[in-house]
């Protein structure tokens, strides 16, 4: 039933989870840096440690979300399937403390009113409110976090000691690094730029590091939570609990702040600024797996009675229910909210998905491989992510050969705009996506000739050739078709006002950034 | 009906033409645009228009707004492409009309028109989706690298013709901005106010201003240097042009040497200016015919902005600069320009004049990217008839222009209604030529058919 691993299986189990760490060994942790500087960076992030946990972790959240069947064969009053807002209250303790964190993350905006006057683009209180959560993001984790993660053990002698010297300023970033500052980092990389005013994936993606983190460090771990099924309501309450209102505090963020899109292919890419709650929330309406059965995520079909794909492009009372159940309508209610225009004009990606008819599995399972060839292995999106001892730029020693797609190795870099001329349209077959590649590659480069320029960043990313983590049963090879994780591209966007712009809350989107600018 | 009209009129319907039909259209544009200079001369009456981003729908609605082609000339400042649902669409009928009416149709390029930024912004992926490959993207890119980086719009009157629109307009002599909206209808009108005048109310002192800029009250400059004032407007038309050459080539005599501006010339560019060109003949010596480079002239006449700031700054968009408003008053004054219009930039009221208007951002794409909820505007400069006879004419109108010899006296300060123009800017107004923008909105939704199609995404087969 499980998909024939290519590689030999590293892992005992074919869902593999995180791994916790050991608490009864002191653990070495390290001030996540960024590292990836250059397009051929990220094909080695694509081999690393760090990869390959990102990829664990989304894989082992999105199946905890995907429904359960009591009964086998599968009818109806036997399955149990994972909807927003219910039963937050039985979340357990940690997840319920981060909701509060996020809670008062939130409420800086009440200190940080969005400057009235004329804006150039994103509201500049948004620095304001990134100020104060970069002061008090030090004691409001030391409140919020359980003890186990501030107290793990470290090799860093003074580390403990320095974690709980709350409010003591100054001295952390000298001595050798504990927990907090691994948790920390990824955590002020969860809301946006500051400096460019804009909000994309790249943040999503350091806040689901923020959460893998808190998972190795055990912070989710109790004596209950040991059954395959206490742990899997561990990790819904991660995404339901956590991650969606989390979300949530993006989007009061995003119109509060007017911030951009971190990058955008316009109306060609997936959502302006987010895409995991795609992935989950397709999760969430699944067709069924047996409780405990250890099936394998579906790759097709729907939970009984679940909304049809469809049902995104339609504005009606349904859809109205549907964005409080479901992470994925939740996402889609607010485009809506902010465009105007006709769905599928406006969001063409999202509109294709939604006539996809072979049900929520096979959304889901596209998803995840759009996540990883959009997200995970675009420069502009990962070259902010950072790497600690928990997130590993080592080496991982079963990754697969570096990933020398077709793409790359087909593409001449002078070929700017020489792809085979007879290629075929897209079709899965690696020869013909040689000749449909998104042209990144080549396209970013400067033609023969021009001279200098600096040396463009991403002109070599790959496009990753492997599923993400575990159990995904991806195929090998991910299709380059161009979508757009928006990349994060760019510092400060600009703009000069007309003086006395009337207060609409929208006026500053979308000003283009060079995709060769580093910041 | 000619193949070219054919794809015009698909090409209105919003369809896509096949790809042999773009193929064959790129290698008659690039046929045509390689023989244009870097800057291109245009003469008035021209409207200019700013960004488009494949906003298809709202092109109509400009073009509705605006007149058709050929009946109005267009210039059409860039960024055609990205964002939007219909870059193909849009730049290929701007491309057949360009191709259709040479004359009546100027491309300049803007920093989308670009390989690179294509494919990070979308229009490589719409070009892949609704063609199956990228040949059409290739074509298309092809083009861009033949596109002129900016135009001098010559023979602009500093009176308005009529809007067209019956209302009473007074004495539009004295008309220096008008503001109209889509259905032409004056929203706003702004008197000519004399420099060096007494102050009306609000008037301020000019930011930065140049040394070498203003002239006092209706003198022309007479044979300086470059032929002009800073925004030689009315004050440099006093007694008949001096300077014959076409503004901006630093010339005279070409051009049958009877060129004569009395408005100032009109620089249009995508972004703005650079700090390696300090006269536009620096721009016809650029090599033009390639990929937008990420640093030097070429880049900087596509990619910057100008800010509220002295001298040059860093962009902080990576590409380009940032330049102030003395930057803009010495180029104008040493090039003989009255007016730099420039796109590149979102204005939620679809223009913005700048620096004691010495420069202007139009944009053209109504609610932009379907979020942002501004309005659009295009910018008319009318012909000036003020005598010399060597412009071709769009309207039988006469007796309206004051051959230039306004002198700029007959404004009354402080009157008229004050639109988005904002008091600071009017206060210190120069005379440049006569400008109406007609301002409009994003085109009605209901006239857009849905596709019957959902294709499936390669990731989700």
């Keep these: ?519 | 009906m000619s193949d070219l009209d054919r794809a015009i009129a698909q090409l209105r319907a919003c369809r896509p033409i096949p790809e042999a039909e773009v193929r064959e259209l790129c290698h008659k544009a690039r046929e045509l645009l390689i023989e244009e200079g870097n800057v291109v001369t245009v003469t008035a009456p021209v409207t200019i228009c700013g960004d488009i981003h494949g906003q298809f729908h709202d092109l109509m609605e400009l073009f509705r707004v605006g007149g058709d082609v050929p009946d109005t000339n267009y210039l059409f400042m860039g960024d055609f492409v990205d964002r939007g649902f219909y870059s193909l669409e849009s730049f290929l009928l701007l491309l057949c009309l360009k191709v259709r009416y040479p004359d009546r149709m100027t491309l300049i390029r803007g920093n989308h028109e670009s390989r690179q930024i294509t494919t990070v912004y979308g229009f490589y992926d719409e070009c892949l989706r609704k063609y199956g490959s990228a040949n059409v993207w290739r074509y298309c890119c092809d083009v861009f690298d033949y596109l002129a980086l900016g135009a001098i719009v010559l023979g602009a009157s500093n009176t308005l013709s009529p809007s067209g629109d019956g209302e009473a307009q007074g004495s539009e002599e004295d008309i220096e901005i008008e503001v109209c909206n889509a259905d032409g209808q004056i929203m706003s009108q702004f008197p000519r106010q004399p420099r060096g005048a007494g102050n009306s109310i609000n008037r301020q002192p000019p930011r930065g201003r140049s040394p070498n800029g203003p002239t006092s009250n209706g003198v022309g400059p007479s044979g300086t240097a470059g032929g002009g004032a800073a925004t030689g407007g009315a004050g440099g038309a006093v007694g008949l042009p001096t300077n014959t050459g076409p503004p901006g080539s630093g010339a005279s005599g070409s051009s049958g040497g009877s060129i004569g501006n009395p408005a100032g010339a009109v620089l249009c560019v995508h972004g703005g200016l650079s700090p390696l060109i300090d006269m536009v003949d620096k721009i016809r010596l650029l090599d033009r015919k390639q990929e937008v480079p990420h640093e030097g002239a070429m880049c900087d006449l596509l990619w910057s902005d100008p800010d509220e700031i002295d001298g040059w700054g860093l962009s902080p968009r990576g590409a380009g600069f940032l330049f102030g408003a003395d930057i803009v008053k010495v180029f104008n004054y040493k090039n003989d320009l009255s007016l730099i219009a420039r796109a590149h930039q979102l204005v939620m009221e679809g223009f913005k004049e700048m620096f004691d208007t010495s420069i202007v951002t139009v944009w053209s794409a109504p609610n932009y990217c379907y979020r942002c909820g501004n309005v659009a505007a295009l910018l008319e400069l009318s012909e000036d008839e003020g005598g010399l006879g060597i412009f071709a004419r769009s309207n039988g109108d006469v007796n309206r222009s004051d051959g230039g010899l306004i002198g700029g006296g007959s404004g009354v300060p402080g009157s008229g209604p004050r639109g988005v123009l904002m008091e600071n800017d009017l206060a210190s107004l120069k005379p440049g030529p006569a400008r109406r923008y007609r301002v409009f909105q994003a085109a009605p939704q209901d006239s857009r058919g849905m596709p019957a199609k959902k294709p499936v995404a390669d990731y989700f087969l």
């Excluded at chain 1, 225009?341 to 959304?363: A, C, M, Q, T």
Aim: hydrophobic share 40%; proline share 11%.
């Design chain 1, 1 to 519: 039933m499980d998909p024939p691993p290519r590689q030999p299986a590293p892992s005992p189990s074919p869902f593999p989870r995180l791994e916790v760490l050991d608490r009864s060994a002191a653990h070495t942790f390290a001030r996540p840096a960024k590292l990836i500087n250059d397009g051929p960076d990220v094909a080695h992030f694509l081999t690393s440690k760090a990869y390959r946990d990102i990829g664990t972790f989304v894989m082992q959240l999105n199946r905890a979300l995907c429904p359960r069947s009591k009964t086998q064969p599968t009818d109806s009053a036997g399955i149990e399937s994972f909807t927003l807002g219910a039963g937050r209250e039985r979340d357990p303790e940690p997840v319920a403390r981060l909701r509060q964190l996020l809670q008062r993350v939130e409420a800086f905006v009440d200190e940080a009113p969005p400057d009235p006057g004329p804006r150039r683009f994103g509201n500049v209180s948004f620095r304001t409110w990134h100020t104060l959560l970069d002061q008090r993001a030090d004691a409001l984790l030391r409140e919020f976090l359980p003890r186990r993660v501030l107290e793990f053990p470290s090799t860093s002698a003074g580390a403990i000691a320095a974690e709980l010297r709350a409010g003591e300023e100054g001295g952390e970033e000298q001595g050798e690094a504990g927990p907090l500052d691994e948790v920390k980092a990824y955590f002020l990389g969860s809301f946006g730029s500051a400096q460019r005013l804009d909000y994309g994936t790249g943040h999503e993606l350091s806040f689901l590091a923020f959460l893998g983190c808190l998972w190795k460090l055990g912070a989710f771990e109790s004596e209950a939570a040991d059954s395959e099924r206490a742990l899997e309501d561990v990790e819904r309450s991660i995404v339901l609990g956590v991650m969606e209102p989390y979300l949530q505090v993006i989007r009061r963020l995003i119109l509060t702040y007017t911030l951009e899109p971190a990058g955008s292919h316009g109306v060609w890419g997936l959502d302006d600024h987010s895409f995991l709650p795609y992935i989950f929330g397709s999760a969430q309406l699944t067709r069924p797996i047996g409780e405990g059965s250890g099936e394998a995520m579906p790759l097709e079909g729907s939970l009984p009675a679940a909304p049809r794909p469809a049902d995104v492009a339609k504005a009606d009372a349904a859809f109205d229910r549907l964005r409080r159940d479901n992470m994925y309508f939740s996402a889609v209610g607010f485009i809506r909210d902010v465009k105007t225009g006709p769905f599928w004009e406006h969001s063409p990606i999202l509109f294709d998905v939604s006539g996809i008819r072979d049900g929520w599995g096979k959304i889901n399972k596209g998803m995840v491989k759009m996540f990883n060839a959009e997200v995970l292995s675009k420069f502009p999106v990962v070259q902010h992510f950072r790497f600690g001892a928990l997130f590993s730029w080592d080496q991982d020693p079963d990754a697969p050969a570096p990933a020398q797609s077709v793409h790359m190795a087909n593409q001449p870099a002078s070929a700017i705009a020489t792809p085979p001329a007879a290629a075929p349209p897209p079709v899965a077959a690696a020869a013909g996506a040689a000749g449909i590649a998104a042209p990144w590659a080549q396209a970013t480069r400067m033609p023969p000739g021009t001279g200098g320029g600096p040396g463009i960043p991403y002109s070599k990313a790959p496009w990753a050739s492997r599923g993400v983590g575990g159990g995904a049963g991806g195929s090998s090879a991910v299709p380059p078709l161009p979508r757009g994780g928006p990349p994060d591209t760019g510092p400060l966007p600009p703009t000069s006002f007309p003086k006395g712009v009337p207060g609409k809350a929208n006026n500053q989107f979308a000003v283009t950034k060079a995709p060769w600018a580093k910041d």
